[in-house]
Nanobody, 110 residues
Framework: QLQASGGGLVQAGGSLRLTCKARGINFRIYAMGWYRQAPGKQRELVATITSGGTITYADSVKGRFTISRDNAWRTGNLQMNSLKPEDTAVYYC??????WGKGTQVTVSS
């Protein structure tokens, strides 16, 4: 079970920190990732971090977003800085290939 939190409404240029808490999953052995889906668009990858700590980012968020994980607490985080209106979407966390959390809404106003 995954629970994402931390979304909200923020002005452009602001910051938000998303957290994904895993329960009942052997979190440390899986890669985890953050995805987002804007209205009328397909879900897209935002960032991933493997069990070994290898990180990838979508080009659109490089330099602004930072993904991290804490295996001891079974949590993953997405620090989002310099937010833009085009970052507005529902954000989802994913652990492994089968575990998805419910989304958390991020809205960036211009």
């Amino acid at each position: 079970q995954l629970q994402a939190s931390g979304g909200g409404l923020v002005q452009a240029g602001g910051s938000l920190r998303l957290t994904c808490k895993a329960r009942g999953i052997n979190f440390r052995i899986y890669a985890m990732g953050w995805y987002r889906q804007a209205p009328g668009k397909q879900r897209e990858l935002v960032a991933t971090i493997t069990s070994g700590g290898t990180i990838t980012y979508a080009d659109s968020v490089k330099g602004r977003f930072t993904i991290s994980r804490d295996n001891a607490w079974r949590t993953g985080n997405l620090q989002m800085n310099s937010l833009k209106p085009e970052d507005t979407a529902v954000y989802y966390c994913r652990v492994g290939s089968d575990h998805w959390g419910k989304g958390t809404q991020v809205t960036v106003s211009s």
